[in-house]
């Protein structure tokens, strides 16, 4: 447990500014007195791309390197073209700082609308494989433009990254009551992938003898998430699958406004990044609309990460609590949250 | 429209022969007489596989050439690896056969469960590429079995196999009431297969100036699959995209059991392929247990396709007023469904 947090801040584009403002209130009530918070901010996204052209120069990469932990909002804007920011700079963060944990709970606390009737008790988290697969940019453009284009994404995917987040997965499945892990993939069209997946998460299971393991191809999943979504405990999954997979948990779990995320480095060789799993949703920018929940929990994954438990449990209980306790019908503007949840935090 | 029908029938496993045979029921019952009907089945799947090891000889496709039209139940078993039989005999038949719609209808019936609060009213169809993505099996893994493996998964897509299905929405689009056509990808990560579908749905577009069209990245899509489905008219979307799509869609409009599809060669060069969206489901099979719904229904496109426009319409009558008018707290076997729906659509 750090003495001291040595914070980068991404408020990045839309409504990042204004959740990133709200986690780093909670952040700073939430901590001890003697635990010294420094935060230094970039500006990276759509602005300084316009006024620029530039979406990570090296300096400040090397720059953010030497943070204990990142905190992102949201990147993105319909002004530039699209993946220029996403490929240029969120993903280049992850790939960078080889955040092969891509961390993302879902869990639907009381009080909270969900769309799916009879409310299930769901209450599981997603392992995101976050440095493979079809996120690689690998691929290309023949004849782009022509009618005789053609063009081709390849995913790639290997034993070293595959083992090193399943083992990730075990060793979370392990410490939860339950001890279940899923694995999704689709193994019986993408076999080269899929089954060397399934190999090695059937290999790294024997030394985890008490975790439960299941299979289930990435379309039977998605029926699951919305029919049974309390069979899941941990999921592990590859990088596509699983940015597809959590937004349909966060939808299933009261909506992409509670959804929080942890890009993680294991190891601690790089800064881990925490984010909320939404976009910069440009239509509700600077209106004080946006929910700032899922940027606070991203705020507890963060602490957890760097050892503070106590004071990510006092957020996530926080934010239970203000959930279950908050006027029916009323709606809330995004420094009210802020302050709602800052305020239980401290007390 | 034909006054005969020369059907090929593959059973395939599981659960297969038993919905085909109803599928087959209702056909009979709802040809009028002077439709002369012929049927070849085909001994393919797993038992097969087992006794000669062969998935799909080439003279079996040659024969299947001849037909107007495929009915298939259900292709895959536990006993077989993964991916043989799915590769080797269902792809194999959708890509010799140059299935490139591969379209998927979702409509929640009245009276039919849905996992949704508040019933939403869905009504939409998939247009999912059929030959092209990441289903074409280009991919390779290297040194397999090792810790230095390497697996690759390569989705290939050309300008001339998007463009046909891209159209071929936009027809479909153009034809209904709400003439609204949603692109789903993930453009802002997988940037050449993306951009290019993103570029080809914008000029084809152009032809079609009373369609109102929208685009949403995979993951977004989910979302709405679940709190706003009923904003969906027809969707286009790539091979893997579609799969994982209309499962989610069969989950939310009743269940897999009700999930019609057809795999189209518009051109008739080849005859197209109608089958339920659902598995061979092996835990339920030869227990009379399986819906025959989703096979029906998927005779009701095969009909449709074969200009029989009129029966296509009397089964999905059928079929809505057996789901409004049925017992409540009833289970039927997969027969007397079949029986039930044989006997509406012959009065
Ligand atoms: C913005 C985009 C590149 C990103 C992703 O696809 O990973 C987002 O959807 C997410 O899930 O964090
Ligand atoms: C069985 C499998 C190969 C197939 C697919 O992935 O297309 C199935 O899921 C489907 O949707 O028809």
Redesign the pocket.
Known sequence: MSRSINLAVVPGDGIGQEVVAQGLKVLAAVLPQDVKLETKEYDLGAQRWHRTGETLPDAELDSLKNHDAILLGAIGDPSVPSGVLERGLLLKLRFAFDHYVNLRPSKLFPNTATPLAGRPDIDFVVVREGTEGPYTGNGGSLRTGTPAEVATEVSLNTAYGVERVVRDAYERADSRPRKKLTLVH?N??LVYAGHMWKNIFDRVGQEYPEVTTDYL?V?AATIFFVTQPERFDVIVTDNLFGDILTDLAAAVTGGIGLAASGNINPTGEFPSMFEPVHGSAPDIAGQGKADPTATILSVALLLRHLGHEHEAVRIEEAVAADLAERAPGTTRTTDEIGDALAVRVAS
């Open positions: 689709k019986n069209v191809h379309d």
